[in-house]
């Protein structure tokens, strides 16, 4: 229970982040920011496995970096598309 609460916490974190670095308003709610944060942290975990780099010594900076990248390309994918499905009602 409590790695579930983990996730969808570091989720809403890279979703604030994802929101913060790409220019322009997101009108998504607050649960949509942080279900694409925590999707952008398990495509990263993933990709960073793949590439073998997930565990390092240290930090793993590149791992983190390829989660960022990911929750920012969910919001800048799904925002668009969810201000004109609210836009069309």
């Given at each position: 229970m409590f790695q579930i609460v983990w996730i969808l916490l570091i989720g809403f974190v890279l979703g604030v982040l994802a929101k913060l670095?790409?220019?322009g308003p997101q009108s998504i709610p607050w649960w949509l920011t942080m279900l694409l944060g925590a999707a952008g942290a398990l495509l990263g975990n993933a990709v960073s496995g793949w590439l073998g780099v997930?565990?390092?010594a240290g930090i793993d900076?590149?791992?983190h970096i390829?989660?960022?990248g990911f929750a920012v390309a969910l919001v800048a994918i799904v925002a668009p598309a969810w201000t004109k499905s609210?836009?069309?009602r």
């Open positions: 670095i790409l220019r997930r565990h390092t900076w590149i791992r390829l989660q960022i609210r836009q069309s």
